[in-house]
């Protein structure tokens, strides 16, 4: 088999693509004129391989029975991607899992999200963070990272269809599974999971009993605990567990109309209605990434949700945090977006004591911050984009997809030092970039403060076991190896092949 290249208009795209069978897929909107860039699947002799041909898409995944006869039981604290994936790594290779997650199952955990989207109240142990699946469940299911290295990323993608993924995950750069077909996905990997022989135990946290009960016996145990769990990172540290500090990024989300985005970007600005959603029908939806640097600092954009959702995602009451989400249809009439400003270990020091947790207290009190100047509980603090960069108070503020609601406030006020007038200044760049993107019809809303873990649960390179706990073995976004969903997932990968090699064989 080999491949061959296509650079073709979005109408010519679909048709080879409905023909013949998707190797890889990406669209180039750089230039007036978009183009799909197209690998296909051919023959030897270079004849293009039809869609339907029966030749396997990938060589399925097999997991074996663990019910009574297996090498040895591995613990995992946390269901998120890492975890689960961490799990499914341990059956393959006839290890027995056993899953501990603070979190409901994903139809109880549903109620629980209901409740917080109609603004009546947070369940610190059942949100859109923790449970089933763990923030991956209800997030956007993009399922790409910033890391260049596809080939790793081709096992994450295949289980995850396996799972009941699209097919267009094996083959779209920018692939996405969307928040209404995720928890389906995670469904079936608990399903596997159970009918062969693991455990999994819901509204189970990891807390100062568990721990001893593992550290006595130096049961391996996989930490995948995702970066929402202060109490955990707080209970590692009193531990003596090997924790530092570690930068992370914290900032607002901006919200345009989708349609406004979908001209800017795809250079629309005198078309009609009708040619925009006749390329939209080809394409999807536009999508932007984009990056500055305000006094070397990097101001940049992060897990962009065309036709998609702002969402409470906090898991403390009394602090306000945001974030996106899609559907798989992404027919929102809203593009959101992650809007965030680097931070060094020593920006931690302003608000906090200098320990180990000190990103913590950082992002704990820019969370207390929004939630203070949200007024009511989980409506969030918003501004419109233009008032924020230069300054003013909104009068009133534009529609908005969040769901418990917004609360005009001066962000540009009370965001602190660097993030507020770093993120000023970044905007002012992203409109000369592209023209109108800056604009009163956007809102930005406080506040994105998890886009990564601000502490670092630290391993050996090679082992990957913790440096403090030979038994331990942390992984995913609460080590601070990994973020987002398939480098979390690559990570879990990794954790249960170095559990294995380690301390099982
Ligand atoms: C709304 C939203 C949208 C997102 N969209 C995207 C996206 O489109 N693409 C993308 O790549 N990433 C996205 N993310 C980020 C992504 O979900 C995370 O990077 C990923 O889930 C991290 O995986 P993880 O397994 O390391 O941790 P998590 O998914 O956070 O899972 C950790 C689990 O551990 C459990 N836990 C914590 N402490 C304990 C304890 N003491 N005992 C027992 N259990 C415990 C938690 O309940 C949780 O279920 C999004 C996140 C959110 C919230």
Partial sequence: MTEKHFILSP?????????????????????RQLKVLLTLLADDKGQLIPHDAPIPLYTPPQWQDVHSNHKGEVVIIGMGPAGLFAALTLLQNGYKPVIYERGKPIAERKKDIALLNRNQGLNPESNYCFGEGGAGTFSDGKLFSRSKKRGSMQRVMEWFHYFGAEDSVLYETHAHIGSDRLPQVIRNMRECIIQHGGEIHFSNCMDQNLWQELERKKQPTILAIGHSAHDTYRLLYQNGVALSPKGSAMGVRIEHPQPLIDRLLYHLQKATDKEVSSLISQVGHAAYSLVTQVDERGVYSFCMCPGGHILPAGSNTNGCVVNGMSTSQRNSPFANSGMVVALNETDYNLYGEDNPLKGLLFQ????????????????????????????????????????????????????????????????LDFDKKYRGFLTREAVVVGVESRSSSPVRIIRDTTALYSLSHSWLYPCGEGAGYAGGITSSALDGIKAAEAVITNECS
């Fill in 364 to 427: 704990e009190y820019l969370e207390q911050m929004a939630f203070d100047n949200g007024i009511s509980p989980n409506k969030a603090p918003a501004q419109r984009m233009t008032d924020f960069v230069y300054g003013k108070r909104s009068d009133s503020l534009p529609a908005c997809s969040y769901l418990p609601g917004l609360v005009p406030s001066r962000l540009d006020q009370w965001l602190p030092a660097p993030i507020g007038s770093s993120l000023q200044r970044g905007l």
């Fill in 11 to 31: 109408s010519q795209a679909l048709q080879y693509e409905q023909a013949y069978r998707v190797v890889r897929r990406s669209v180039d909107a750089r230039q």
